[in-house]
């Protein structure tokens, strides 16, 4: 019961990645290039998104188990910090390189698209690596 | 700037958008989790015993969704522009960055604004400022893209 409503909540949201263009690279880049021809649609993509969760979230910050009866993981006591800085410039520099971002990247898999999983295959090596240079000691 | 009027799609976007935050609110309301693709999937590299039927189903999902699509007869496009080896190079920078910082477009930019987080805030502008001088780098170098 659990797994499929997994299933469908990665369903629906890959539906919505592709209803508002977000699996296409191009469109994507289109949205990162303000100083030429923009295409604001990735904002009203996210700007969507945001309403619909800021009452979800609202609610949820109030409850302290699902309604499955899993305990709510908000993970809000981490800090700013020189990893959250460093890792998004980084993550950044690959979206604006490639228009694609995690969630688009694995849908387009989906499409046939071998460049994806190319995409999708590298990503995970970067994960795996990020992982493991975090593992070593530090100083 | 000027705006792109020929590929500009407030509605569907606006829609996209919509279904997106149903999924990020039916995960957290449901299975107590925030719908963060990067971290669903780091989380599962190297896959850990009991933690690993989630994030499968949720990410066999996302990949189904163009199937789905395609059975209700709607066609996405995906213009995938650059070589192999650039995608490669950038897919290695996203998987990295994306570990490092803990989280994507979906952790931070959609479930980590919707709840005021102000690292998810920071993270989204910096992730967004430097897709948009890379994209712009890409452009004044002549690297074409």
């Known amino acids: 019961m659990q797994r499929i409503s997994e299933f469908l909540i990665g369903l629906t949201f890959g539906g919505g990645l592709l209803l508002g263009g977000m699996t296409d690279p191009a469109k994507v880049k289109a949205f990162l290039d303000i100083a030429g021809l923009w295409d604001p649609s990735l904002a009203f993509v996210m700007g969507g998104a945001v309403i619909v969760g800021f009452f979800a979230f609202r609610i949820a910050r109030r409850q302290a188990r699902s309604l499955l009866g899993r305990v709510i993981i908000l993970n809000d006591t981490m800090p700013i910090d020189g990893a959250l800085i460093t890792g998004s410039i980084v993550f950044g520099i690959g979206w604006g390189l490639s228009g694609f971002c995690p969630g688009p990247a694995l849908v387009s898999i989906g499409m046939g698209e071998w460049k994806a999983a190319l995409f999708v295959v590298a990503m995970a090596a970067g994960m795996v690596l990020a992982g493991y240079l975090n593992r070593q000691p530090k100083g | ?145």
């Open chain 2, 1 to 145: 700037m000027s705006l792109d009027w020929n590929h500009f799609t407030p509605l569907p976007s606006l829609g996209g958008g919509l279904l997106i935050g149903v999924a990020a609110s039916a995960f957290i309301l449901l299975h107590g989790r925030i719908m963060g693709v990067s971290s669903i999937l780091g989380g599962a590299l190297p896959p850990k015993k009991g933690d690993i039927a989630w994030r499968t189903s949720f990410l066999l999902g996302l990949i189904a969704a163009p199937l789905l699509a395609r059975a209700l007869g709607f066609l996405p496009i995906g213009r995938i522009d650059g070589s192999a080896s650039g995608l490669a190079v950038a897919g290695l920078l996203v998987g990295f960055g994306t570990a490092l910082g803990s989280g994507c477009t979906s952790g931070h930019g959609v479930c980590g604004i919707a709840r005021l987080s102000p690292r998810s805030i920071v993270a989204t502008i910096l992730f967004v400022g430097s897709g948009m001088v890379t994209v712009w780098a890409i452009h004044a170098l002549g690297l074409g893209g």
